[in-house]
């Protein structure tokens, strides 16, 4: 069964300070791995995905992600926080053979930016 | 626009009034899935379908039905609800090759 931890329900950081957001997660199967962001009152926004290919994936807004497999862990980071960044944001696991089936969610972690 | 469109966004019901969430996706993709989130438990599955008449159970599906007439549409069905249904819903689509897309959510309130 696949599952996902994330630290910490809430994380704040000054503007223009790194974020790091941290993901760890458990898969019988090489994982496909996903960190969505939710904004106020909307859906979920796809950030980035790793599928395998190179394990320094690149995201929109100048997040990227690292797979670690020794660490079992996909922690999202971003060297300059911005103010529009405030968000949740949903680390996820899917074990699905083209990454778009079941996916199985961490509890999230809501990040603050302080001005 | 390709979008996932959820009808209503907002609803406060009573507990054992049936009622009918509908979601519809303008891309024609193959997958569509309901989940719910609740604060400190991020989202959970509830329905999935990988195709027309094709549904499956995710991991929450107890209180819920789901049917899959039609590619685009992947309504969801609370036949008695209870006040342990009120949550934040969220229906996504793929097609077999790309990410979930997700909807804006429906809050639904069960008094």
């Known amino acids: 069964a696949q599952s996902v931890t994330q630290l910490g329900s809430h994380v704040s950081v000054s503007e223009g300070a790194l974020v790091l957001l941290r993901c760890n997660y458990s898969?019988?199967?090489?994982?496909?791995l996903f960190w969505y962001v939710q904004y106020p009152n909307q859906g979920l926004q796809l950030l980035l995905k790793?599928?395998?290919?190179?394990?320094l994936v690149k995201g929109i807004n100048g997040f990227e992600a690292e797979f670690k497999k020794s660490e079992t862990s996909f922690h999202l980071t971003k060297p300059s926080a911005h103010m529009s960044d405030a968000a949740e944001y949903f680390c996820?696991?899917?074990?699905?053979?083209?990454?778009?089936?079941?996916?199985?969610f961490g509890t999230g972690t809501r990040l603050t930016i302080i001005p | 626009e390709a979008q996932v469109t959820q009808n209503p966004r907002y609803l406060i019901t009573v507990t054992g009034k049936k009622l009918t969430v509908t979601c519809s996706q303008n891309?024609?993709?193959?997958?569509m899935s309901w989940y719910r989130q609740d604060p400190g438990l991020g989202l959970r599955q509830i329905y999935y379908?990988?195709?027309?008449?094709?549904?499956d159970k995710g991991d929450v599906p107890e209180g819920y039905k789901v049917s899959r007439k039609e590619k685009r549409n992947f309504p969801l069905i609370l036949e008695s609800p209870s006040p342990n249904q009120t949550s934040l819903y969220f229906c996504?689509?793929?097609?077999?090759?790309?990410?979930?897309?997700f909807g804006p959510g429906t809050r639904l309130t069960v008094l």
């Open positions: 996504a689509s793929s097609s077999y090759t790309d990410t979930q897309y």
């Open positions: 891309m024609n993709h193959e997958y």
């Open positions: 379908s990988m195709n027309v008449e094709v549904t």
């Open positions: 898969s019988s199967v090489p994982p496909y």
């Open positions: 996820a696991v899917s074990e699905g053979a083209r990454g778009n089936e079941k996916l199985t």
């Open positions: 790793y599928t395998s290919a190179a394990t």
